[in-house]
């Protein structure tokens, strides 16, 4: 059973970075097409990002393409989520989750979700 617990979530100033990490501690990591979704206050979730198991194919939204990078590291079950560049309209909860395929598409079908971390960017 895969299980998901974000982390490092926090409040930084517009321009700042944080990493975000994403860790299945159900340890069923193998083989998972790994996502990150975020919902801002008042609005929908919204995808960020998605890697596939081998962390050879990536996507991203088109609003954080080029400051937001996502990695993983399948030994540890961990996932990353390094943003750079912040801006107030980063502000939401970020989720991880996970699905037994990979597609290049921003649909939001994931089999498994994290509880979310509170990222603020402070203008």
């Known amino acids: 059973q895969v299980h998901l617990v974000e982390s490092g979530g926090g409040l930084v100033q517009a321009g700042g970075s944080l990493r975000l990490s994403c860790v299945d501690s159900g340890r069923t990591f193998t083989g998972y097409t790994m996502g990150w979704i975020r919902q801002a206050p008042g609005k929908g979730r919204e995808f960020v990002g998605v890697?596939?198991?081998?962390?050879?194919?990536?996507r991203y939204a088109d609003s954080v393409k080029d400051r937001f990078t996502i990695s993983r590291e399948n030994a540890k079950n961990t996932m990353y989520l390094q943003m750079n560049s912040l801006k107030p309209e980063d502000t939401a909860v970020y989720y991880c989750?996970?699905?037994?395929?990979?597609?290049?598409?921003?649909?939001?079908?994931?089999?498994?979700w994290g509880r979310g971390t509170q990222v603020t960017v402070s203008s």
């Open positions: 890697i596939s198991w081998s962390g050879d194919s990536t």
């Open positions: 989750a996970a699905r037994p395929y990979y597609s290049g598409s921003d649909d939001l079908a994931y089999a498994y």
